[in-house]
């Protein structure tokens, strides 16, 4: 089996592979050949002896913020194979060639959505619960009010202003990927609000800008679904602003479909007394992998003056992964001494990240300890997580 990056002229029968595992259309297969040259994601394919593509995987590259730095994410997506390719192990060798190489180029993290968490575990990445989905009608939150502007986003208007107020409020959440103005525009804004029915709305109080949310019109009988596909607010001000916005549209829909960072539940906060129609599902349909320990005992925020020893297990693809480390603020140095915790590739990923507490990674059975447990408690706590890009 070759393992190797996919060229440009190669791009194009990836994307049909993706098109078949997918169960996607490909409406246009001349236009998609010709934007698949313009492509520059790094794509990789798995051949058979006889030279056949059989998979490929998509390592698309982000910043991503871990404890307030900006790190270097590869989010892995298009993951792919034909039918007549299946258990051959071809995603698996792309895996093996991918994860490495994503090291040397100096990535901190890997994340990605996957279809199956036994699956991927196996190539050391673990579970995220990062946000919350809501259902409710429109009228619980009637007591609610904004009294500021709302600007409705019309094709060719400037995006600077969501991409600055989204990048303020994904600073302090873990996970959340920086943007730039092309991110926002083709990911999250694009479209004709009258054709696509997606909305953008800018939300001013007294002139400043405090909050956005862009929704989709989903037709649905017997009313109208008002979903929520990306958000960001400053402070209370800019919250109770969406939520007072939201609240307008008792005529128009039936239902509102929104979502809250994991770290902040809205059936605690709100305050309305038809918070019990309020319906909650809990989302952990993504997973992390940590792709270089060192760099990342490094970056976490560990507090003044906790030093801990932790033994990390078991990566497979990344032998430099394995190995024990005397880790303080800013530094992590590799000793021969005893471990205070020793964890799996697996549960360190979701420790590091803030994705579970010291607490409730002791249920892991790849999670021991041998002592120094308060600063562990205080090192390894549950974190703000919040991820609004896919790939």
């Known amino acids: 089996m ?38 520059e994601e790094e794509d990789w394919g798995a051949f058979s002896d006889d030279g056949k593509m059989m998979a490929r995987i998509i390592n698309n590259r982000y910043d991503t913020w871990l404890d307030g730095q900006l790190v270097a994410n590869g989010g892995i997506g298009a993951v792919s194979t ?3 390719y299946r258990n051959t192990g071809a995603v698996r060798e792309i895996f093996n060639h991918l994860i490495p190489e994503a090291y040397r180029r100096g990535e901190v ?85 009258y054709r696509d029915r997606k909305f953008g709305y800018l939300l001013r109080e007294g002139g400043k800008p405090v909050a956005y949310l862009i929704f989709q019109d989903v037709r649905h009988d017997p009313a109208a679904i008002l979903d929520v596909k990306d958000l960001a607010w400053d402070g209370r001000e800019g919250l109770y602003a969406i939520l007072g916005f939201l609240g307008r549209f008792t005529a128009d829909y039936g239902t509102i479909r929104m979502f809250l960072p994991s770290c902040l539940e809205l059936l605690s906060v709100i305050q309305t007394p038809r918070a019990y129609e309020i ?67 697996q549960a360190f990923s979701q420790m590091a990240a803030g994705c579970v507490s010291f607490e409730e990674a002791l249920y892991r ?15 390894f706590v549950r974190k703000p997580i919040l991820v609004e890009d896919h790939f």
């Not at 059975?365 to 090192?379: C, F, I, T």
């Open 2 to 39: 070759d393992i190797h990056k996919l060229s440009a002229e190669e791009r194009f029968e990836a994307n049909m592979i993706s098109t078949v595992a997918f169960h996607m259309r490909m409406e246009d297969p001349e236009k998609n050949r010709e934007e698949s040259l313009k492509d």
């Open 82 to 84: 034909l039918p007549e």
């Open 109 to 193: 993290i890997s994340t990605l959505y996957p279809f199956s968490h036994a699956f991927y575990r196996k190539f050391g990445y673990e579970t995220v619960r990062w946000r919350n989905d809501y259902e409710f009608e429109p009228g619980v939150l009637g007591g609610y009010r904004f009294s500021g502007t709302a600007e409705l986003w019309k094709s060719g208007d400037p995006v600077s202003e969501y991409t600055a107020l989204y990048n303020r409020f994904a600073a302090g959440y873990n996970l959340a990927m920086r943007r730039d103005d092309k991110m926002m525009l083709e990911d999250h804004l694009k479209g004709e609000y």
């Open 279 to 345: 319906r909650q599902t809990a989302r952990q349909d993504y997973m992390i992998r940590a792709v270089n320990v060192r760099r990342l005992l490094e970056i976490m925020r560990i507090p003044d003056s906790c030093r801990f020893t932790i033994r990390v297990e078991g990566d497979t693809q990344i032998p430099e992964n394995n190995g024990t480390w005397e880790a303080a603020g800013g530094s992590a140095v590799e000793t021969d001494r005893a471990p205070d915790l020793t964890v799996s590739i």
């Open 365 to 379: 059975p790849d999670v021991s300890v041998a002592g120094n447990e308060e600063v562990l408690r205080k090192v």
